[in-house]
């Protein structure tokens, strides 16, 4: 348990339908190491982002345990959480989620700058990650003039601006035609490579088989590996 960057145990999770409840997740458990490229594979509708909105500290379990990075998650309040959140997580999402009216390189020293870093510091910074997804020559345009791949390109960046411990990418290729798709794997693959834990959450068999490990979910649990 002392090397793992996530560990859950028995996880349940339910929401509230007017006086209904629904229990999407049923005593999840598992584990991930630091630098691990892992894959949760599930069909649609298992649970897999509200898992994900866990692991990300965007929501907390009913019950369970849930230690991040020798913490424990639990015991948190909303503004612990946040600070967990934004010190330990890159997120990456399906749509995503950049601001439009702001090129490229604003997106991503944009959180720098909220991060409380220096104006000429965030920009250097935002540039060399723009860099390193291989968008130097697309800095200046914004999110509509670019191609879906290259968005989710520089969300990746901006994902990686805080220095996270874990990149967490929650269907980051289901808006991607299939080469743009390939590309944006093999970029989490150069990540990987470089040392960046990696959990990437699908529900495509093929996408899911370029990581170096999965995790399949259904119906709420996780399966037996
Ligand atoms: P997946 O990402 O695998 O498609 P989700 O975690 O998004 O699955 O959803 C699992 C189930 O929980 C679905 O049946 C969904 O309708 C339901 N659900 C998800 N979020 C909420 C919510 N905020 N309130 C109520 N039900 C939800
Ligand atoms: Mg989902």
């Given at each position: 348990m002392e090397n793992n960057m996530i560990y859950m145990r028995d996880i349940v999770k339910s929401y509230k339908i007017g006086k209904n409840k629904l229990?999407?997740?049923?005593?999840v458990s598992l584990e991930i190491k630091a630098g691990e490229f892992v894959a949760i594979l599930g069909p649609s509708g298992s649970g897999k982002s509200t898992l994900m909105n866990i692991i990300g500290c965007i929501d907390v379990a009913d019950s369970g345990e849930y230690i991040l990075k020798g913490e424990?998650?639990?015991?948190?309040?909303e503004d612990e959480l946040a600070h967990v959140r934004n010190r330990e997580i890159g997120f990456v999402f399906q749509k995503f989620n950049?601001?439009?009216?702001?090129k490229a390189i604003h997106n991503v020293a944009f959180p720098l700058l909220l991060r409380g870093l220096g104006k000429e510091q965030a920009y250097k910074k935002a540039t060399r990650l723009l860099e390193r997804v291989g968008l130097s020559d697309r800095m200046n345009h914004k999110p509509l003039e670019l191609s879906g791949g290259e968005q989710q390109r520089v969300s990746i960046a901006r994902a990686l601006s805080g220095g996270p411990s874990i990149l967490l990418a929650d269907?980051?290729?289901?808006?991607?035609?299939s080469k743009s798709g390939s590309e944006i794997i093999e970029m989490f693959l150069a990540l990987n490579h470089e040392g960046n834990t990696i959990v990437l959450i699908t529900h495509d068999l093929n996408v899911a088989k370029q990581a170096k490990r999965i995790i399949h979910v259904r119906d709420g649990k996780v399966l037996e590996q």
């Amino acid at each position: 348990m002392e090397n793992n960057m996530i560990y859950m145990r028995d996880i349940v999770k339910s929401y509230k339908i007017g006086k209904n409840k629904l229990t999407v997740l049923k005593e999840v458990s598992l584990e991930i190491k630091a630098g691990e490229f892992v894959a949760i594979l599930g069909p649609s509708g298992s649970g897999k982002s509200t898992l994900m909105n866990i692991i990300g500290c965007i929501d907390v379990a009913d019950s369970g345990e849930y230690i991040l990075k020798g913490e424990n998650i639990k015991a948190r309040n909303e503004d612990e959480l946040a600070h967990v959140r934004n010190r330990e997580i890159g997120f990456v999402f399906q749509k995503f989620n950049l601001l439009p009216k702001y090129k490229a390189i604003h997106n991503v020293a944009f959180p720098l700058l909220l991060r409380g870093l220096g104006k000429e510091q965030a920009y250097k910074k935002a540039t060399r990650l723009l860099e390193r997804v291989g968008l130097s020559d697309r800095m200046n345009h914004k999110p509509l003039e670019l191609s879906g791949g290259e968005q989710q390109r520089v969300s990746i960046a901006r994902a990686l601006s805080g220095g996270p411990s874990i990149l967490l990418a929650d269907e980051p290729t289901g808006s991607l035609d299939s080469k743009s798709g390939s590309e944006i794997i093999e970029m989490f693959l150069a990540l990987n490579h470089e040392g960046n834990t990696i959990v990437l959450i699908t529900h495509d068999l093929n996408v899911a088989k370029q990581a170096k490990r999965i995790i399949h979910v259904r119906d709420g649990k996780v399966l037996e590996q």
